[in-house]
């Protein structure tokens, strides 16, 4: 065989670390048991491994246990390719069966069970009898072993099962073959006055008084480019420095060359995937997921997707009447030292319902919803924040005029049902929609 072919075998086997776990297994048996039987199994007392019969009666609960924990695994694992089947793509089945750490704990759950029988085999006696003592030290190590891979191992399919833990798995790999084939040293992009991401991740958490600190020590102001849930690719544009307002031209110079790029990258946290700690759009993004696949062949639950909008009405409501974050943060001395872009009111209205319309303008129980929604919203908001849900509205009617050539068909899709609109207010949403009452 040639060392392309075996370098090929040994990376795409499922069964050679499994197996290689129990060749190992079965030899520290037999070695640990070796020397049980030379001292006579006097080298470790039985005070610290039990008589001989809770001996067995420990290491046939743990041989039991070990079964149902390679069923687990092996189950997993064929759940995680039926749904990656299923739902994504066949092509990503090889890389799922070729995962490690499902690999290792088959491999040490199958090499405990061994060891744990071979051993069984050696006690002898009941209340008095001998006890490779030995043997068993190994197996309650075995045993500890296998309780904290269960506990990884879990942690690990249930980050793996996630559309981002398929979508990692694939980009990771491919990102490593670059590495290897070009070198890690990323496109580096933004100009003098940027600094740039070391690494691709969703920024989940920033860390902004100590970003301001950094700014007033280096008399600058920084610029955090992606708003908060967003993507950053390597070498692409982290922040941007700029010099502060009072700075004259003989000292502004170049304010990011006062900085080094360390003291604020490890200030903001990148991930695979968003979380809601400091992403509320994050919490909007799911709900409309929810929604628009609810609607969609084969699904086509509109009641679903009501119960989305229901949530997504409230969160709006909830920030409606409220400032939205102005994104600038000041020093002690009221200077302002972090500028971040953040989501406005009509950036809120369209990702709550702009996906929704579209795709749900032939559902009238969607379309009446959506009214419903827009009409309450419109008597919380303040007048600067009318035009989104006016716009909302005028698409709305539009969209279903589209759908129905009837016009009474129309007028029913677009006038709600007042049941469930929070307010109890007696909501007529036809005529502001140019449309005669229902």
């Given at each position: 065989?040639?060392?392309?072919?075996?370098?090929?075998?040994?990376?795409?086997?499922?069964?050679?670390?499994?197996v290689g776990c129990l060749i190992v297994g079965v030899l520290l048996a037999v070695?640990?048991?070796?020397?049980?039987?030379?001292?006579?199994?006097?080298?470790?007392?039985?005070?610290?491994?039990?008589?001989p019969a809770d001996a067995q009666t420990i290491l046939s609960s743990f041989a039991t246990a070990l079964v149902s924990l390679t069923s687990l695994v092996l189950t997993v694992t064929l759940v995680a390719v039926q749904l990656a089947m299923g739902q994504f793509s066949p092509r990503i089945v090889g890389a799922l069966l070729a995962d490690r750490w499902s690999q290792l704990a088959v491999?040490?759950?199958?090499?405990?069970?061994?060891?744990?029988?071979?051993?069984?085999?050696?006690?002898?006696?009941?209340?008095s009898g001998t006890v490779p003592g030995l043997a068993m030290l190994l197996c309650y190590s075995l045993m500890l072993a296998s309780l904290v891979v269960l506990v990884l191992f879990v942690h690990h399919a249930g980050q793996g099962l996630r559309a981002a833990g398929l979508i990692d798995l694939v980009g990771d790999?491919?990102?490593?073959?670059?590495?290897?084939?070009?070198?890690?040293?990323?496109?580096l992009t933004g100009g003098p006055d940027a600094i740039v991401a070391e690494e691709?991740?969703?920024?989940?958490?920033?860390d902004r008084p100590a970003l301001v600190a950094v700014a007033r020590e280096a008399d600058c102001v920084l610029e955090l480019v992606p708003v908060v849930g967003d993507f950053v690719v390597g070498g692409a544009p982290l922040f941007r420095v700029h010099p502060t307002t009072r700075s004259t031209a003989s000292t502004a110079g170049n304010p990011a060359g006062r900085i080094r790029a360390s003291d604020l990258t490890r200030h903001v946290l990148l991930a695979s995937e968003r979380v809601h700690t400091e992403d509320l759009?994050?919490?909007?993004?799911?709900?409309?997921?929810?929604a628009v696949r609810s609607i969609a062949q084969p699904f086509n639950d509109p009641t679903t997707t009501v119960q989305a909008l229901h949530r997504l009405h409230d969160l709006l409501?909830?920030?409606?009447?409220?400032p939205l974050l102005s994104g600038e943060h000041r020093d002690g001395d009221g200077v302002v030292r972090l500028v971040e872009r953040t989501v406005s009111w009509d950036g809120y209205v369209r990702l709550a319902f702009d996906e929704i319309r579209l795709a749900g303008a032939s559902e009238p129980q969607v379309t009446r919803k959506l009214c419903a929604a827009l009409a309450d919203l419109k008597s919380v908001a303040p007048p600067d924040r009318q035009g989104p849900l006016d716009r909302q509205l005028r698409l709305l009617s539009s969209a279903v005029r589209r759908c129905y050539e009837d016009e009474e068909d129309v007028v029913a899709a677009l006038t709600p049902d007042t049941e469930g609109i929070g307010s109890g207010a007696d909501v007529t949403v036809a005529p502001a929609l140019g449309l005669p009452p229902g």
């Open positions: 065989m040639s060392i392309l072919r075996l370098q090929r075998f040994v990376r795409s086997s499922m069964w050679l670390l499994p070695a640990t048991l070796a020397v049980d039987r030379a001292t006579g199994y006097g080298l470790v007392p039985q005070s610290v491994t039990g008589t491999g040490l759950f199958g090499a405990s069970f061994l060891v744990v029988v071979l051993t069984l085999r050696e006690i002898r006696g009941s209340t790999r491919s990102h490593e073959f670059i590495v290897r084939e070009h070198g890690d040293q990323p496109v691709p991740g969703n920024v989940i958490r920033v759009a994050y919490g909007f993004r799911k709900l409309v997921d929810v409501r909830q920030i409606a009447p409220r």
